[in-house]
């Protein structure tokens, strides 16, 4: 009997065949490296996209160097030259009143023609222009290109006092500010007495009078009180209004309105409205 290593039915290894044009098999078991191939169309497209890359990177380059100079022509245009000046003679003056000087305003703002809108302080600006008398508030806004409007609210005399220390009246706004001095009181203003010195008296007569309808303040030639709360009007020609304190003012108006188209009101010689509910003619 043959022998294990002697047995013929075991099928031998298939043979390599090595032929013309047959490139050789490896062995099992071993991996042959062969060397990487860049084809000539791979190494075109490869330095087409560096070539690509470069002029994307000179573009963005050329392109932050045109806004960066563009950007600081701006700056230059608005904030340095003359292009958005201010000119003074573009300058508006509104609201100046019958107190106000516009020319003291106009003063004011010709220090600083010039200079550039976009640059100017209006916020300083109005601060100075407060300080010009008889000017209570001041809004300043730019008028492009080259202007500037400045609304005033000017304090506007409400009533006339004796001066103290010289002849003359001086005229107040409804704030108690002295906004002028006349050698006579005008017609059209009441003539306000009050203890010299007593601002809470002085700021209830101003109340009253700051809230009279104009028809009936044009008849009003005297206000005096002693008090805060004794408040009195002489009317032109007609009655002395007793009017208390500030208080219900409106109420108080209405009813003395309403008194005075009476017989009674027009012959009364006091009128008596501190308690408006309840008035007295006598």
Known sequence: MPTPSQRTDVPPPPRQVVGPGTAPTAAVGVAIRTPPVVSPTSAARFAERARLRRSIARR?????????????????????????????????????????????????????????????????LQADVLDVPGVREAT???????????????????AAVPAQGRAGYSLLDQDGV??????????????????????????AVLSVIEQLPAELLADVGSVSARTQDTVSMQLRGAARVDWGSAAETPLKVAVLTTLLATNAGKKADVIDVSAPRMPITQ
């Open 60 to 124: 963005q380059v050329v392109s932050l160097a045109v806004a960066a100079a563009v950007a600081i022509g701006l700056v230059y245009l608005l904030f340095f030259s003359p292009v958005l000046a201010l000119h003074a003679a573009t300058v508006e003056v509104r609201g100046a009143g019958t107190v106000v000087a516009v020319d003291q305003v106009r003063a004011v703002v010709d220090e600083l023609g010039g200079t550039p809108l976009p640059r100017l302080d209006t916020g300083g």
């Open 140 to 158: 300043v806004t730019r008028s492009w290109p080259h202007g500037l409007t400045v609304t005033l609210v000017s304090r506007e005399p409400v």
């Open 178 to 203: 002295q906004v002028g001095h006349v050698g006579k009181a005008p017609a059209a203003l009441p003539v306000v007495d009050v203890p010299v010195g007593d601002k809470r008296t002085l700021r």
